[in-house]
């Protein structure tokens, strides 16, 4: 049998090795110069006036919605299927999750059924960009300026990916994403916001650590000052230096990394588009997709079985994601149910993600196309 080949692996180099020594023989491990040069240069690849790197790409979306001024007796209106920060982070604030049905074709959510339930509660849409497939942007951003709503993005998925040759981080009044070490950049945990709205950004950073009125760089570098004062209640969600090397490093190689992607995607096109009963991804031709995700869905064949049967030959795949219904507290907390979200509960029993990440060869990518005919077959 071939080598156990992961569902996904990091793409660490040389350099993000390098870069880290460097940084722990310089001293200033926390929050300091490399992480103001990472927020500077993420700013400019994604088009955004201000980044603000934190913690998660989970802490990106708290901080966004304390900023807005989000809390008890709100409602935001999201994607029924998410992983769960998206909607804890809505109940962490005080605030009512409301889940909308997705569209059977992106996995995203459907900007039709968005209206229908809005009520004078709601405050806010966080709309998620399943696998690097951006949303709606147009009909959604009619919505909210139309209903007086904030948008904030889950882009967890969708570094690099680009709407109307946009790229994604400058659609919402926030948008936010990941680091985690699965995404197309990692630091090996982290994320951020980008925004347009500069007094939002400082209320950001505000929140970030503590309610400081200043940083650690600006408290402890040869040009700082140990005073300062708590302007909030915040958190503790800033991204440290040695984290900030790797991410400078990683977004460099971006869009290298994206096309390696988007190279074994098309080789699992060409590879699977004949087979029965295998939907392949949709391609929006308005959008430019960074790959994220390789989803598939196994319409004619066992879900469960298929993914065992793939493991027995040495290849891991996961499903994105389990619906919000099917979980415990959610069903208790929110009193949801499988039928009032048909088009999610559809796409979740059909689909598999396969292995999909730059350190895979071109072989790896033809031998699980192989072993996909191979399992069906049995």
């Known amino acids: 049998m071939k080598k156990f080949l992961s569902y996904s692996l990091p793409s660490i180099g040389l350099e993000e090795i390098k870069a880290v020594n460097k940084v722990l023989k310089s001293g200033w491990l926390t929050m300091g ?3 103001k040069l990472f927020e500077q240069q993420f700013a400019r690849y994604t ?10 790409c989970t802490g990106a979306l708290h901080l966004s919605l304390l900023a807005l001024g989000i809390g008890r007796g709100d409602e935001v209106i999201t994607s029924v299927y998410t992983f769960a920060a998206t909607i804890n982070v809505i109940i962490q604030v005080g605030a009512k999750p409301v889940l909308v049905d997705i569209d059977k074709k992106t996995y995203n959510i459907d900007p039709s059924k968005i ?8 405050r806010a849409i966080i709309p998620v960009h399943f696998a690097g497939q951006p949303c709606d942007q147009k009909k959604i951003a009619k919505i909210a300026k139309k209903n ?17 040759g946009k790229r994604i981080g400058t659609f919402g009044d926030t948008t936010c994403f990941s680091f985690y070490a699965t995404k197309n950049i990692t630091t090996g ?18 929140l970030r650590l503590h309610g400081f009125d200043k940083d650690a760089w600006k408290r402890y570098s040869d040009k700082g000052n140990w005073y300062y004062e708590i302007k909030d209640c915040g958190w503790k969600y800033n991204l440290t230096d040695l984290q900030s090397a790797i991410g400078i490093c990683q977004l460099k190689k971006l869009d290298k990394l994206n096309a390696i992607r988007k190279k074994y995607a098309l080789l699992y096109y060409h590879g699977l588009a004949s087979i029965k009963g295998i939907e392949l991804p949709f391609i929006d031709p308005n959008v430019k997709l960074n790959y994220h995700l390789y989803p598939i869905l196994l319409t004619t064949y066992n879900r469960n079985k298929f993914i065992t049967g793939m493991a027995q030959q040495g290849i891991g795949c996961s499903v994105h994601f389990i619906p919000a219904y099917l979980h415990p507290y959610y069903q208790k907390t929110l009193m949801i149910k499988a039928k009032s979200y048909p088009n999610a509960q ?7 993600s396969l292995p999909l990440y730059p350190k895979m060869k071109t072989e790896d990518v033809n031998y699980v196309i192989r072993t996909i005919k191979k399992v069906l077959q049995q």
């Open 47 to 56: 088009g955004a006036k201000s980044a603000i790197v934190v913690n998660s």
């Open 189 to 206: 945990d982290g994320g951020a916001i980008t925004t347009n709205n500069e007094k939002l950004a400082d209320k950001i950073k505000t």
């Open 346 to 352: 559809w796409v979740y029993e059909r689909e598999v």
């Open 33 to 35: 110069p490399e992480t």
């Open 115 to 122: 209206e229908a339930v809005i009520t004078r509660k709601t």
């Open 148 to 164: 007086k709503l904030y948008i904030v993005e889950d882009a967890a998925h969708a570094l690099g990916s680009e709407y109307q």
